[in-house]
């Protein structure tokens, strides 16, 4: 299994874009011989085309100014540039991100400094617990951050649930730390059916979320377009 992008050094990221741009092995052979996913891959190489070094630098959380912010979310609204491609020239590190900087904006809501949180300590949790949070992430497109907030768990806690729960489903949530698997850790069908239903509200939630933004821009495109057609000279 390949490893989180920011956890590869910089040698590592130059020797798997030189693989590529120099046609020794293509996105699909990557994956499959050292397990990292073409658009990993293909954000370091967008990365290194606009910045250099710097693009494969990892940038610590929280650390966006506000400047910065409002103007990735203002070239967004200007249209023909997608999340991933903001996220590779501006050296961010997740397009959730992105999209919550243009949530927050196109709400009306001011995008501020961030200034960095005290990590937060973990807390003991039960197996629904950590299957939940662990759908909740996945369903809103790996927001680890988002997930910290709502069920008040560190950053730690969280990636490690949602790499388990990814490669062993829910049994690879039990605490067996002391002891042998046991009868209870199994879920009863009325517990798997609650986290089914959470699954699926937390999935439409996300979804709700993007299409309020998607219409918001839309909206923002009339009236952008209203206001060039009124603002053109009359023709004598």
Partial sequence: MGRNGSRYTIAEKLYYIGLVNQGEVNYNSIQRIYGITRNQVNQWIERYKAQGITGLKHRPLGRYTKELKLKVVLEYLKGNTSYPQLCSKYNISNVSTVYQW????????????????????????????????????????????????????????????????????????????????SIHDQLTSEEKRDLEVKRLKARIEHLSTENAVLKKLEELERMDALHNTSTKPSKH
């Fill in 102 to 181: 243009v949530h927050r904006y196109t709400s009306g809501k001011e995008l501020t400094t961030r200034s960095a949180k005290p990590m937060k300590n973990g807390r003991k949790t039960t197996k629904i617990e950590r299957i939940e949070i662990a759908q909740w992430i996945i369903a809103h497109e790996m927001d680890y951050s988002g997930a910290m907030d709502k069920y008040n768990v560190s950053y730690g806690q969280v990636y490690m649930w949602t790499k388990k729960y990814k490669n062993g489903g829910e049994d690879a949530l039990v605490d067996r730390r002391g002891k042998g698997k």
